[in-house]
């Protein structure tokens, strides 16, 4: 094979790590280019609208725009820079908090490979000046403002080899200590912005079925939000005790002093619910209340505060922290989330310490985005928590867990069945080895 195939090949696999994020972003912006770079990479990724900027001003109006989602491409420039953390902040300025830094990194531990690779004319431009290990950037990237929230390989087979050049790359980049081998990497970079005094409005769903003796007690017990305009979103779903009827009772009595909207599914199942909620809804951010009440409705303010800090685009709750009050979670079903959280923090690679809690906070900017990945990505999950945990791993949100204590229910009963539903869930974490960690995402 050529050496120029070659280049090709490797190119090829960079952009798709690259695309997992731009595509589905408003613009892929690379920022100034490396004299040697041809421009076939940007060419090569996949986003709706592609550019080249040297100057902050020439990447628009996105600092101050909420729903603007940009990726920053970095095609080398860290490995032949002298200060990346004043790279970092010359470009912090002009971007929001949903525009993310794709870095494309040399292997630091392979500096003799590049130059034999260079020596053979197996790749393009001057050497690198700077191998900077991947824990120096983060630790760079933080003392910048920034975090470092995913990395994917490219190049473990730099060449096509009849076909199985994709099928070895998938491979080896999944084994703990092959990955590391690979010639090149993107690290994701978020940019920490937290929010001031704003107070971005907020949408909260509560799926319900067969919930009519919480229904009431899901208002009363709502926390203040310090002034941000809020908004109940109740989906009732072919609930069999009145559920229906007592969700129109309640919203008339409380129609003074908390805005509400109910809707009825025609779908079946908690993730339909949450669809449609999130797709009437009118705010800014985007959160979930399961019905049961087991999740303290107090707690909310902690998810809304935390995004609010810039701790992190995606909040997740965890209740595998603290002691779990008389028989919230059965000891088999406790194992479950426990063995799930492992598997997808070790999939993800991203840090989940409790997959299955219902509550999960996101920007409706960035939900819009998540409905686009799950059209090509497929619709798999009943349940809801794997079709968001799976594309905020993707596109590199940046996660935080809030711990709470898990409550009993003080109405009603669970519709959980720990076995046929651990299965589903064990054939979606499958899916996202093969399709995630494995695959392009």
């Known amino acids: 094979m050529s050496s120029r195939k070659s280049i090709s090949y490797l190119r090829s696999q960079v952009a798709q790590r690259v695309s997992s994020i731009s595509r589905y972003c408003d613009q892929l912006v690379q920022w100034q280019p490396q004299p040697w770079d041809d421009g ?31 990726t920053i491409l970095l095609n080398g420039t860290f490995n032949h820079h002298f200060d990346i953390q004043q790279l970092l902040l010359d470009i912090k300025p002009a971007l929001n908090r949903g525009s993310r830094i794709a870095a494309v990194c040399y292997n630091p531990y392979l500096r003799s490979i590049y130059r034999l690779a260079d020596v053979l ?26 975090e470092l929230v995913r990395s994917r390989t490219a190049g473990h087979c730099p060449f096509k080899l009849w076909g199985l050049g994709t099928l070895l790359n ?12 690979a010639l090149v990497s993107v690290l994701f970079l978020r940019p920490i912005k ?105 707690h909310l303010t902690r998810y809304y505060d935390a995004w609010r800090e810039g701790l992190a685009d995606f909040i997740n709750g965890s209740r595998l922290v603290y002691p779990m009050e008389g028989e919230a979670m059965r000891p088999l079903n406790h194992f479950g989330n426990v063995f799930f959280a492992k598997a997808l923090s070790l999939v993800l690679d991203m840090s989940i310490s409790d997959a299955l809690c219902g509550t999960k906070l996101v920007t409706r ?3 819009d985005r998540f409905t686009r990945w799950r059209d090509d990505f497929g619709d798999f999950d009943p349940f809801g928590d794997f ?11 940046g996660s935080v867990d809030i711990a709470v204590r898990y409550r009993d229910r003080t109405y009603g009963a669970t519709s959980i069945n720990r076995f046929r539903h651990g299965l589903q869930l064990l054939n979606m974490t499958w899916i996202g080895l093969l399709e995630i960690k494995l695959g392009r995402g």
């Open 40 to 70: 076939q990479l940007l060419d090569l990724c996949d986003s709706p609208k592609k550019l080249v900027a040297t100057e902050p001003g020439q990447l628009g109006a996105v600092a101050g725009d909420f729903e603007a989602r940009t």
């Open 387 to 397: 079709e968001l945990l799976f594309p905020a791993a993707t596109m590199a949100l």
């Open 194 to 298: 937290p929010e001031g005094e704003r107070r971005p409005s907020l949408s909260i769903v509560i799926p319900a079925r067969d919930e009519r003796g919480n229904i009431e007690a899901a208002l009363e017990r709502l926390p203040d939000f310090g002034g941000a305009k809020i908004e109940v979103i109740f989906v009732e779903g072919h609930s069999s005790d009145g559920t229906w009827e007592e969700i129109q009772r309640v919203i008339a009595a409380w129609s003074d002093r908390v805005s509400c909207r109910a809707f009825q599914q025609t779908g079946v199942g908690k993730a339909d619910a949450v669809r449609l909620g999130f797709r009437h809804a009118k705010h800014q951010l985007l959160t979930i209340l399961d019905a049961d009440l087991t999740m303290p409705p107090e």
């Open 121 to 146: 004319r197996l790749r393009d431009g001057p050497l690198p000046t700077t191998f900077v290990t991947y824990s120096a950037i983060a630790s760079i990237a933080r003392t910048a403002g920034y």
């Open 365 to 367: 900017s960035d939900y």
């Open 170 to 181: 998938r491979v080896m980049a999944g084994i703990p200590l092959l990955r590391n081998l």
